[in-house]
Each structure stands twice: as C-alpha cells, then as structure tokens.
C-alpha cells in the first residue's frame, strides 16, 4: 500500500483491506462522501484553488478540508488508481438549472473499469452527487444510499439524471473523450473566476451522513435533511455561528497553517452575504 492511500484510507477512518472490486469501490465511495465534505470555500477566500497531487492531499487529507469537484474528483481518482483500479477523469456540462446555451465542461467526474464492465463514480456535485457508482447503462434506474439515478444516451454523450420531486431531473452531460491535466485546470479556473459562477456568489457545503440523510449549507442556512425531507433546519445568526457549524456538523479542519482560516477571515468573505435564505 502506498503511503498516499494509506493517509486516504486513514483520513476516511477505513480499516478495510482495499482491493480494486466492486465492494472496495462502493465502500470508498460512500466513506469519501461522508468524511470529506463538498465546499468552495477557497474560491471566496484569497488565493487559488491548484490541482496538483501533492496540493490535494495536504488540502483534503492533513488540513482536513473538503473541495469542489475538480479537487474532491481528482483525489478520488489518485486512491483508486492506487488500490489497483482501471479509472480516468472525465468532464461534463451542468446542466441541472436548465442553462439557454450549452455550458463549458465544467464538472470532473470519474469513469472506473471493472472486469470489463464501466462505472461512473462521483464525489463532487454536492448535495446531489451520487454516494455509490452506477453501471455506465442507459435507461436503467440505479439506487444509491441517497437516491435514485439514471443515464441517457444521446448520440455520444451521456445525460445523469436524479429523481427529484415526482420526476427526472437533469444533472449533467458527458462523453467519454479523453481528459488531459489542462482541461481540469481550464475548467477549475472558469469555475473559480467567472464572474457569473454560483461558486462565487454563494457558500456551498454538503456532507452525506451513513443513514441516508445529509447536512447541506448554503450561506448562512443550513438543514439536515432526512429520507430526502427537512428536518432541522436553521439560519445561522453570524459569522461566529457559521464558524462552529463548519468545525461541528460538517467536521471542517479550520488550522492548518496553510488551509486553515480564521473567524475574522470568513466574516470578512461572508460579510456581503445575506443571512436569509
């Protein structure tokens, strides 16, 4: 085992033996989910999100920060090919608010090979990203510990899709092109710098509890959701209050001399923020 992938599996307080099955990758899968949350903190604080392997392991594993797609993904990708798996990254469109135009390929998600046999993996679309992979088949309903999913295929792409509300809704299309390091790098960048970006305009934070239920936080408004339904719910009051919720509820390390920030420094980011929802 190498030493990334023993910090990893360290990290997700996992003591089982990983090998490259469908067991290992669905066990992983759910912990990576429920351990490391989805945030975009960095790309409201000073400074740059950068996706180099040695940045996301100090970022993810010994700061104990989370990340967005681009990070959360390509870390994902890192310990699976160190446990033995066939997978490579992928780039889709987010398609899930209904854009006018086609959008860039702006969200990193992973294609694993097994005993011939593809699967999607995801770790990064926040609130509703998938918490197990799913076979790489279309029209196929795919249950996962946190919902129901799909893919269609069009042409050469493929559209994931979520049960939402009584019906299917779009997340976002891909194909299975070749990535290169550059691409993710473009669209980390589009992501963190385009000034229409939700990323930043909004704190976005969920972590996926074992039980099927999860913590979501957009701005100051958090709620722990439950079978897919509210149930605590909150505005938090200020600064301080969203501080003690990051290290409390979604276990968030704040004092890494690199990673870490202070309270002063997320009131400062927060300050133009309402704290309505």
Wanted: proline letters at 5%.
């Amino acid at each position: 085992m190498t030493p990334f992938l023993r910090a990893y599996l360290s990290r997700l307080d996992w003591d089982g033996s990983p090998e490259a099955n469908i067991e290992t990758l669905r066990a992983l899968h759910l912990r990576h989910n429920c351990t490391i949350p989805f945030e975009n903190l960095d790309v409201l604080l000073p400074g740059e999100i950068q996706l180099d392997e040695q940045s996301l392991e100090d970022k993810l594993i010994t700061a104990r920060r989370g990340g967005y797609c681009f990070e959360q993904n390509g870390l994902f990708e890192r310990a699976l090919t160190d446990a033995g798996f066939s997978v490579r990254s992928l780039l889709g469109r987010v398609i899930l608010t209904h854009p006018p135009q086609m959008p860039p390929r702006t969200h990193r998600l992973l294609l694993v090979t097994l005993e011939g046999e593809a699967w999607i993996a995801d770790v990064g679309f926040g609130s509703q990203t998938l918490t197990a992979p799913i076979r790489l088949v279309a029209d196929v309903e795919q249950k996962t510990p946190h919902g129901r999913y799909r893919l269609q295929r069009q042409d050469e792409s493929w559209i994931l899709q979520f049960w939402h509300h009584q019906r299917w809704e779009s997340m976002y299309r891909f194909d299975l092109c070749e990535q290169f390091q550059s691409d993710f790098m473009m669209g980390n960048f589009w992501s963190a710098h385009w000034p229409q970006s939700h990323f930043l305009h909004h704190l976005l934070m969920c972590r996926h509890l074992p039980d099927g239920g999860k913590l979501t936080l957009t701005n100051f408004h958090f709620i722990h959701w439950q079978d897919e339904q509210v149930g605590e719910q909150t505005t938090l009051p200020d600064a301080a209050a969203l501080y003690a919720v990051l290290q409390e509820r979604f276990a968030l390390g704040v004092s890494d001399p690199r990673y870490g920030f202070s309270e002063q420094a997320l009131a400062e980011v927060m300050a133009g923020f309402d704290t309505h929802p």
